[in-house]
């Protein structure tokens, strides 16, 4: 960022959109109503191009697909082996199509297309190897019933038909994080791409039918949170609803599983993640993590570290470094090798993080860098820091889902503990310290589902991530994952005459 302008500029190529319409039943079909709706370039606000826009009749054609699949295709009857060979194939046909796929996201969502090629894509295609390998590994137990006359065992089956309902800001890793350990259970889907970001999900979903999925295992219904994805959240033939986003529309969700079928509900939902900085830290090192931690993905992801908690021994030193890194910290044309923070998705978004903005000014904390929007045209805003904020403010309270930091300061490790926990949710959380006594107490006392360590962003596949409090139910990746599109049945029978017991 240079006197308040991006570097780089809206200029490169659009991608070739060679897909703009659902995917049901192993074809592209039209909306029933014909309707379709924009899909807009957040670095100019321009039209990219129109996509068909799915409602409740689409939704009950997909669902259709979807439970015959499950309940007559050969999908769930295949063993875990032969799943696997296909969804190695969809990982092959990923890897194949990186720069497209990564140029979709950039265009449609404002990612950086750099890191999209050299992280996104490839993490994607991981999760699908990841589950790939685990489909062959399902099974029960045999059970020690209490009664002799008794033998048990349990089988480990495939939930049914799965509606995912995927979020804005990662696309294509989110598509990856839902679709793949429910294709490796047999479960058969229909997914809903969010509305601002659909571009990805439909490539996908030609992928799918390139790597030979039989024909309703994947559905894709582009359309609005309001509609298509409300028809999923109360689809009688739903068995399951796996969502990403904010916490009020998870509630609804819930309501809606529970007013309907009682469907299963996975929610992965807000965040507000704090990040406790101790004396003993290294000032360059943390204050590089709060960076990383609160502007990455422009501050559009849900366990950003935008609380940010320094203890006052070197309070002072890491805002100065702070500020500093944050003024060469670059924003620009997701296109742009040197950009390392791109647009906010669409207006709407842009809006609300800059009135959190003036909510900050008006509310007493102190602007120590950025506050401002960059340019005349797109969704461009400066990396903002905020010091002497209160816990009564709202830039301290809400979820803003942007390039935002919160600055406070603490005395005491309780202290920390404590200004960590005062929030609703419990996503995610960072420590930085070289005290392995402090780490293990404020680890083991923070409340939120994931710790990261002198670290930050430290995602595995192998390790599950999801929330406490009103940050969501579930975990996603690892092997909880999986067991999420599972369900246990117990069978008994008599035993007869048996030398064991």
Not at 254 to 278: D, W, Y
Not at 298 to 321: L, M
Request: hydrophobic residues 40%; glycine residues 10%; negative net charge.
């Amino acid at each position: 960022m240079e006197n308040g302008k991006c570097n780089g500029g809206a200029t490169a190529k659009l991608p070739e959109i060679k897909f703009t319409t659902l995917f049901i039943n192993g074809q592209f079909v039209d909306a029933v109503s014909g309707k379709t709706f924009e899909t807009i370039d957040p670095r100019n606000g321009e039209v990219i191009t129109k996509i068909a826009e799915g409602d409740k009749e689409d939704v009950d054609l997909a669902v259709n697909a979807a439970r015959h699949a499950f309940d007559h295709g050969p999908w769930p009857r295949m063993t875990g082996f032969e799943r696997a060979r296909i969804i190695n194939k969809f990982a092959d046909l990923i890897e194949q199509n990186i720069e497209e796929l990564a140029a979709l996201d950039a265009v449609d969502g404002g990612k950086l297309f750099h890191f999209g090629k050299l992280a996104d894509i490839p993490a994607a295609a991981g999760h699908f190897r990841y589950y790939a390998g685990a489909a062959d590994k399902i099974h029960g137990e045999t059970l020690k019933m209490t009664r002799p006359s008794l033998f048990g065992y349990t089988l480990k089956e495939p939930v049914g038909v799965v509606g995912h309902i995927i979020p804005w800001n990662f696309p294509s890793i989110m598509f990856a994080m839902k679709v793949a350990p429910a294709l490796a259970a047999g479960c058969t889907m229909v997914v809903k791409p969010a509305e601002q970001t659909p571009l990805s999900a439909l490539f996908y979903a030609h992928l799918s039918k390139e790597a030979g999925f039989p024909v309703g295992v994947i559905n894709v219904v582009t359309g609005f949170g309001s509609t298509a994805g409300a028809a999923i959240a109360s689809h009688m033939d739903i068995d399951k609803v796996s969502f990403t986003g904010s916490t009020d529309v998870g509630r609804k969700i819930m309501q809606a599983a529970a007013a309907s079928n009682l469907k299963k509900v996975s929610l992965e939902l807000g965040g507000k993640s704090p990040l406790l900085i101790f004396d003993d830290a290294n000032v360059d090192k943390a204050a590089d993590l709060a960076l990383l931690g609160c502007f990455y993905n422009k501050g559009e992801i849900c366990v950003a570290g935008s609380r940010v908690f320094v203890q006052e021994g070197i309070y002072d030193k890491v805002v100065a470094k702070l500020v500093e890194k944050a003024k060469e910290w670059t924003v620009g044309d997701p296109f742009d090798t040197t950009s390392r923070q791109g647009p906010q998705v669409d207006r709407r978004q842009y809006e609300k993080i800059l009135s959190y903005i003036e909510h900050g000014k008006n509310e007493g904390a102190t602007l120590l860098t950025g506050g401002k929007a960059i340019g005349d045209k797109g969704y461009f805003i400066e990396p903002t820091i905020f010091a002497d904020v209160t816990e009564d403010m709202k830039i301290y309270k809400d979820e803003i889902f942007g390039p935002v930091m919160s600055l406070m300061k603490f005395k005491t490790v309780e202290e920390g503990i404590k200004c960590a926990n005062n929030t609703k949710y419990g996503l995610a959380a960072g420590i930085v310290s070289q005290n392995v006594d402090v780490i293990n107490t404020v680890s083991r006392s923070i409340k939120a589902g994931v710790i990261w360590v002198n670290c930050y962003f430290a995602f595995d596949l192998d390790s599950p991530y999801g929330g406490y409090k009103m940050s969501g139910n579930c975990r996603e990746s690892g092997m909880d994952a999986l067991d999420s599109y599972l369900q246990v049945k117990s069978i008994a029978m008599p035993l007869h005459n048996s030398p064991w017991m």
